[in-house]
């Protein structure tokens, strides 16, 4: 059994990283966590927006967790309620500090989503899916993604995800 495995999507539009966030939603499942990689202005929080707008009311206020460091959501997905939580770590002074955040209670029964997930490298579970967002030097309008799947949770959900964003275009 292999327990990492990943792939990239190169030249995406911002419609097509919304669309592969909401793709990814309806996969996600409780005590699941998403690491979203990549520098100032790559696409972390679009992502997160669109991913959240999917599980909750399409009209849903979305803030940016900026100073923060945690949003919560309530969400539905498949009829069932679940707490999301929207972590952006960039203001971390210490990793430790993501303790004061709720990090555990995310983990144990939340999805979540975290942008500048290095801050906290070492306390981050390593079964986990990355979202690695890179500007390509030639579209400033356009994003590399790569994707990958730590830990046999999310290798074994990879082949459904291949074949969910095979049958749409980003
Ligand atoms: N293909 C694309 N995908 C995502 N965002 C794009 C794309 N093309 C342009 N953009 C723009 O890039 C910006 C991405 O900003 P965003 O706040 O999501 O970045 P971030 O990675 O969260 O940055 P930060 O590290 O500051 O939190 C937005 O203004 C968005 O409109
Ligand atoms: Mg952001």
Redesign the pocket.
């Known amino acids: 059994m292999v327990f990492s495995e990943s792939f990239v999507l190169t030249g995406?539009?911002?419609k097509?990283?919304q669309a592969l966030a909401a793709a990814l939603a309806q996969q996600a499942k409780t005590r699941d966590v998403i690491a979203?990689s990549?520098?100032?202005?790559?696409?972390?929080?679009?992502?997160a927006k669109a991913f959240i707008r999917a599980l909750t009311r399409q009209d849903e206020d979305v803030p940016?967790p900026?100073f923060t460091l945690v949003q919560t959501y309530e969400a539905r997905q498949n009829e069932k309620e679940l707490i999301l939580w929207h972590f952006?770590l960039?203001r971390l002074k210490t990793a430790q500090e993501i303790y004061e955040t709720g990090f555990e209670e995310a983990l144990a029964d939340g999805i979540s989503l975290i942008?500048?997930p290095e801050r906290a490298e070492g306390l981050l579970p390593k079964n986990r899916l990355t979202i690695q967002?890179e500007i390509p030097a030639d579209a400033?309008?356009?994003?590399n993604v790569t994707i990958t799947a730590n830990g046999s949770s999310w290798v074994q959900r990879m082949e459904k995800i291949k074949t969910c964003l095979s049958v749409q275009s980003f």
């Open positions: 995406v539009s911002q097509g990283v979203l990549g520098d100032l202005g790559a696409g972390k929080t679009v992502f940016s900026t952006d960039y942008e500048w967002l400033i309008d356009k994003r």
